[in-house]
């Protein structure tokens, strides 16, 4: 039967999600492993989550599933967390969490996210006619800021590489989340280093810090025609140098296997592979 944490003491909920989140195939992507962590962020989601969180749950009240959903009415769309379901309970207990959660919100767009490695929740989307979409493989190295030129041939990008820098950026992510201007401009979050060719630059590296010790590479392009050439290489050491972290953090999408495997050939190990899920309500 379906609850409310009204109707259940919210500390057995939150112990039965943070049981739920210690592994990926169980977890639900938005949140980490972390007790404290996880509370935090579940109050910190725009609805609270005591007022949206429904629980499936046996006669006895023993716990058996749960989800949680936020939402944006400007952005016409809400995220799903959870729903996190006993293995034994996922076919009866999932699709009714899932449709109580997402009636709540007053949007049209619904997305949920889980490791590639949690079948549950695939198989629950599928079921309830969710699309999967494209997953995403997160990168990471551990290794000293090279010292000495190294990098010495980047320099920092300018405003008067933006045609050179806009064409290898749209041509290689093409309607992504940041746009050239965002990744020149000297007041955004966004540093930028190039590599010249003979009369422009054949390669880019775009990046943010990262808590404390890393640094979070969003793009690195080669000119097709300069490729092969250990470009991409010296362009991670000129993020590296340039912002003196030792670990270098990064995302590569499902469809780039050239570029995965570029990244572990450098030396760089998956450390999450992530898929989203969505539905889309007609208005």
């Known amino acids: 039967m379906l609850m409310t944490s009204q109707d259940i003491d919210p500390q057995a ?16 992507a938005y949140l980490g492993t972390d007790p404290s962590e996880i509370r935090a962020d579940l109050e910190g989601l725009d609805q609270h989550w005591l007022e949206t969180v429904r629980i499936s749950a046996s006669a006895d009240g023993r716990i058996h599933g749960a989800a949680v959903v936020e939402w ?38 619904h997305e949920m996210y889980a490791d590639v490695a949690h079948d549950g929740l695939a198989w629950l989307a599928q079921h309830c006619g969710w699309r999967a979409g494209e997953a995403n493989f997160e990168y990471s190295r551990t290794s000293p800021p090279p010292a000495g030129p190294q990098a010495s041939d980047a320099r920092a990008a300018t405003g008067a590489d933006e045609p050179t820098l806009r064409e290898l950026h749209e041509r290689e992510f093409p309607g992504t989340y940041a746009t050239t201007e965002q990744l020149l401009d000297p007041d955004g979050t966004y540093s930028t280093s190039v590599i010249d060719g003979e009369r422009a630059p054949v390669g880019y590296v775009s990046w943010q810090l990262q808590g404390e010790a890393a640094v979070y590479i969003d793009f690195l392009a080669v000119h097709p025609g300069a490729r092969r050439k250990g470009l991409g290489q010296r362009l991670i050491a000129a993020a590296q140098e340039a912002s003196g972290r030792s670990t270098v953090a990064l995302t590569v999408d499902e469809h780039r296997p050239d570029a995965r495997a570029f990244y572990a050939a450098l030396g760089f190990t998956v450390t999450a592979a992530t898929r989203p899920y969505r539905l889309q309500r007609p208005a």
């Open 13 to 28: 909920v939150l112990g039965f999600i943070v049981r739920r989140q210690q592994t990926p195939e169980t977890a639900c």
């Open 72 to 109: 944006d009415e400007e952005l016409d769309r809400s995220w799903v967390h959870g729903p996190w379901v006993e293995e034994d309970a996922l076919r009866t207990a999932g699709p009714e969490l899932l449709a109580a959660v997402t009636a709540q919100a007053p949007v049209t767009a």
